[in-house]
């Protein structure tokens, strides 16, 4: 016979497990609806920068945020927040019913310091997609930036030249400039009929796209090229008043280049390799068939036009292991130099890079010489 109190007690058990549940689908009808969205329709932003999350709830007794943000949230509201890191940043919202039950919502945000752009330019009969890079620093502020544009040589591309000089990246990330590493059409840039597209008018093409954003300043615009890219720079400084220094790396004016008056006065800081059997520093014919200047020449060429002494300081230097020939044209109109290093026993190439701060020496010869 069963005693009917041990009864009541095994029912009592039983109604208070059905009634606890955790999870069982009856449950359901309990949960929030959660959401999440981008207000400014921000899928990626700049690293340290912010995007506005607003989210909203049904059901819910309270909210908490997870990942890449953290505290007690409202059941509904708008919250800006900084996206900390590069790449993925996951913003999650938790939305709570009860002590049990909740539900979550996520949205993800792309950060990044590296952003690749393009722009349509016509060359010849056909529209191409012109490429570039533009390299933030690691933790930009509210701040407009100078701008060094970087060219590279003949065969190569933006990101390639971004990723090899890590000296120009340290600049950047300690905020003395945004980074501009474009591409050239089939890998050149047309200084003397290399190709058929108008790269002059890819520099102001990319002038005009970095205008639409404050954090860019183009009034105070440098470029460093090497090689093919050292000619295009010279190019471009003789034809557009747009740069306020340059560094023309192992190559030097061609000559057509050399017949054009520029408009504005301008800083230079031109190196060459004494025994450079592609871009001879005495001139006349070298690779594709140019015509060059002669590594003097040039620079002598860009004192005539910025009025300087012609009368250069002469001075001998070490970078690293490398001996090297310093010339200074000084008292130039608007308090600008022109610079001419040979650096002796190299050839067609930057090896001095990795045994000198070739680089932040450019960079303080700009600040110093431009205002």
Partial sequence: MINPMRFLSLLSIILLTG????????????????RISISTNQ??????????????????DTCAASGDWEGDKPLNGSEEVVVPKVGINLFT????????????????????????????????N???????????PQNPVEYQYPLMFVFHGAGGNGEQEMNRHSEILNLIDEGKFIGIFPTGFENRWNVSGETNADDVEFFDLMIAELNNSSIFDTN???????????????????????????????SQQSEPVGDIVPGIPLSVFQVNGENDDLVPIAGGSGVAGTIFMSAKGSAENWAINFNCSMTPNEEEINWGTFEVVEFTYAD????????????????????????????????????????
């Fill in 43 to 60: 899928s990626s932003q700049l690293v340290t920068k912010t995007v506005t999350l607003t989210w909203s709830s049904v059901g819910a």
């Fill in 19 to 34: 009634c606890g549940g955790s999870g069982d689908s009856g449950s359901d009808e309990r949960l929030p609806e959660t």
């Fill in 93 to 124: 919202l938790l939305c709570f019913s009860g002590s049990y039950h909740h539900r979550e919502a996520n949205i993800v945000v792309q950060g990044y310091m590296i952003e690749n752009k393009s722009i349509q330019q016509a060359v010849g």
């Fill in 332 to 371: 130039c109109l608007n308090g600008v130099e022109v610079k001419y290093f040979i650096v002796k026993d190299s050839g067609h190439n930057i090896q001095f890079e990795n045994q000198t701060d070739i680089y932040n020496q450019i960079w303080e010869f700009f600040r110093r010489t431009t205002s």
């Fill in 220 to 250: 105070n615009t440098y470029a460093i090229g090497i090689s093919n890219g050292a000619g295009i720079i010279n190019k471009i400084a003789k034809e557009k008043d747009l740069l306020k220094g340059i560094a023309p790396l192992i």
């Fill in 126 to 136: 056909t529209s191409v997609n012109r490429e570039f890079s533009i390299r933030y």
